[in-house]
């Protein structure tokens, strides 16, 4: 009975810089390393520009002191914000009301003599007061001249009230003392109106028949 043949060993040979799976595997890893490499430049691609760190109203003179730097990736659009590491204007204000940690536009950033608006004190129905806080957007509600009654005299009927303006913004309220929000002489709100409105506005101030304001849908409120 003849024997099976035995089968020659084959030697195991170093791999070649010819061998293609060896030149595909070198290639799949530089390419790795390159996508890693881009993917991290562009998640660390941010710059630093200024946020508002509390509520800023139009016409509100701004500085260092108003603001927080944040680090932001907006690609093109961070040109139209205002760089941390770039100079304040002296004496720049802004043209528009700003929330806590809204970034500053370079377009909010004007000389005070190129704003639009005024800030006016005037008495407000302290009811209307409850819910609001600087930067507040209301409508002004303004009371109607009192029909006179048959013998001349002014009426004590309560005052109807009518649309002044909308989309005003509050400044500043009325000092409390003791929680209680204060009335009467020295306790006016200050309001952010156009200039065109503030003498017509300031001519409504009666400590009798004060104005009332209406907080607008998605406006800031007071926080409790």
């Known amino acids: 009975m003849s024997s099976l043949p035995t089968p020659t060993a084959r030697r195991l040979t170093k791999p070649s810089w010819k061998d293609t799976r060896l030149l595909i595997g070198i290639l799949l890893v530089l390419l790795s390393v390159v996508v890693g490499a881009l993917a991290f430049r562009a998640a660390d691609d941010r710059v630093g520009v200024w946020a508002a760190s509390g509520s800023l109203t139009p016409g509100e003179t701004i500085s260092e002191g108003d603001l927080k730097r944040v680090d932001v990736q907006l690609g093109e659009g961070a040109a139209t914000y ?87 913004t509050v400044h500043a309220l009325p000092r409390t003392s003791g929680g209680v929000m204060g009335s009467g002489t020295g306790s006016a709100a200050i309001l952010v109106v156009p200039k065109d409105l503030v003498a017509e506005l300031l001519s409504l101030d009666d400590d009798d028949r004060p104005i009332k304001l209406v907080i607008e849908a998605g406006s800031p409120e007071k926080q409790d």
């Not at 819910?131 to 309560?158: I, M, Y």
């Open 82 to 168: 205002v760089r941390s590491d770039q100079a304040l204007p002296e004496g720049a204000v802004v043209d528009r009301a700003l929330r806590p940690g809204e970034l500053l536009p370079r377009s909010a950033v004007v000389s005070p003599l190129d704003l639009e608006v005024q800030r006016v004190p005037v008495r407000v129905d302290p009811v209307s007061l409850t819910n609001l806080t600087k930067g507040s957007r209301v409508t002004v509600l303004a009371p109607q001249p009192p029909e006179p009654t048959q013998d001349g005299r002014r009426s004590d009927a309560p005052p109807t009230y009518e649309v002044f303006a909308r989309r005003v």
